[in-house]
């Protein structure tokens, strides 16, 4: 199993900065794809930043030119810049990666635990 652990999260206020990273181990032969998905009260989890395998990049139109989406394939871990924060990206940010465990498996979906984001006004 791939396990996925976060951190950086905190409260910030308005126009501040974060970063977030989060590390995967465990049973990993290759990950395909790391991202971030947010989830604010009250509303549904939502993707905001992803990257691929090849380094190609899609982030969600509201974080465009604030967030970067980066990743260190030695060390299994993705990380999230966010500049500019506005109190509308107060939320709990989850890690998510798309890996396999063996040559051949199937790739699966796992998750981050969580790690709560707030911004201030």
């Known amino acids: 199993q791939v396990q996925l652990v976060e951190s950086g999260g905190g409260l910030v206020q308005a126009g501040g900065s974060l970063r977030l990273s989060c590390a995967a181990s465990?049973?990993?032969?290759?990950?395909?794809?790391m991202g971030w998905y947010r989830q604010a009260p009250g509303k549904q989890r939502e993707l905001v930043a992803v990257?691929?395998?090849?380094?190609?990049?899609n982030y969600a139109e509201p974080v465009k030119g604030r967030f970067t989406i980066s990743r260190d394939d030695a060390k299994n871990t993705v990380y999230l810049q966010m500049n500019t924060l506005k109190p509308e990206d107060t939320a709990v940010y989850y890690c998510n990666a798309v890996a396999t465990v063996s040559s051949g498996s199937s790739r699966y979906r796992y998750w981050g635990q969580g790690t709560q984001v707030t911004v201030s006004s």
């Open positions: 465990g049973k990993i032969f290759s990950i395909n794809a």
């Open positions: 990257v691929i395998s090849g380094g190609n990049t």
